[in-house]
């Protein structure tokens, strides 16, 4: 047996599971999501956990089992505290603003870059260099901010441009003069 796929996810008080054949509904304070169910899978709710179940033990349907349990845990997750991201903005110059549902980015180009913010995304901007992206959805608050961190990816000889926070990175030695 999947070894993330059987323990259980444990529905906090507040997160309403509703399961359907091909999806289960998660609802919570921060929000609505929907979790696709492969067939094969199962889940069902027993006092205050949710079990995920398989029908055969194929090594798909064990590598869909594990798939839909760490789904269905995000999901309950996301719906009762949220998830974040933080980037840093590091170079001269370099910096950003939230303009309404715009966030407005100065990365050394001849132009100003706008990103528009997704709907269920929140994004709070510290120092005008370190922003921090919020949303109950794990996958776009992940999307989002790698969208965000590709408009300059850091440079690997100066380490300028747009970094996760704990993002480690290895600077690259220039060329040597001869």
Same mark, same amino acid.
């Given at each position: 047996?999947?070894?993330? =796929? !059987? %323990?259980? /996810?444990?529905?906090?008080? @507040? *997160?309403?599971?509703? +399961?359907?054949?091909?999806? $289960?509904? &998660?609802?919570?304070?921060? =929000? !609505? %999501?929907? /979790?696709?169910?492969?067939? @094969? *899978?199962?889940?069902? +709710?027993?006092?205050?956990? $949710?079990? &995920?179940?398989?029908?055969?033990?194929?090594?798909t349907?064990?590598?869909?089992? @594990?798939?839909?349990?760490?789904?269905?845990?995000?999901?309950?997750?996301?719906?009762?505290?949220?998830?974040?991201?933080?980037?840093?903005?590091?170079?001269?110059?370099?910096?950003?603003?939230?303009?309404?549902?715009?966030?407005?980015?100065?990365?050394?180009?001849?132009h100003?870059?706008?990103?528009?913010?997704?709907?269920?995304?929140?994004?709070?901007?510290?120092?005008?260099?370190?922003?921090?992206?919020?949303?109950?959805?794990?996958?776009?608050?992940?999307?989002?901010?790698?969208?965000?961190?590709?408009?300059?990816?850091?440079?690997?000889?100066?380490?300028?441009?747009?970094r996760?926070?704990?993002?480690?990175?290895?600077?690259?030695?220039?060329?040597?003069?001869?």
């Amino acid at each position: 047996m999947s070894r993330i =796929g !059987k %323990l259980p /996810v444990a529905l906090e008080s @507040g *997160v309403k599971l509703d +399961v359907a054949v091909t999806e $289960a509904v &998660v609802q919570g304070p921060k =929000g !609505k %999501l929907t /979790v696709p169910i492969p067939a @094969g *899978v199962s889940i069902k +709710v027993e006092e205050s956990n $949710a079990i &995920v179940e398989r029908k055969d033990d194929s090594k798909t349907q064990r590598a869909l089992h @594990g798939l839909t349990r760490a789904l269905l845990a995000n999901a309950v997750l996301g719906v009762t505290k949220g998830f974040t991201k933080k980037l840093e903005i590091h170079g001269v110059g370099y910096r950003a603003a939230v303009k309404g549902k715009v966030v407005n980015f100065s990365l050394g180009y001849t132009h100003p870059v706008d990103f528009p913010i997704p709907e269920g995304i929140e994004v709070k901007i510290e120092k005008n260099t370190l922003l921090e992206i919020s949303g109950f959805d794990k996958q776009q608050v992940g999307q989002v901010a790698a969208e965000m961190r590709a408009l300059r990816p850091p440079d690997v000889y100066k380490l300028k441009g747009v970094r996760y926070a704990d993002e480690q990175l290895r600077k690259k030695a220039g060329k040597t003069g001869a």
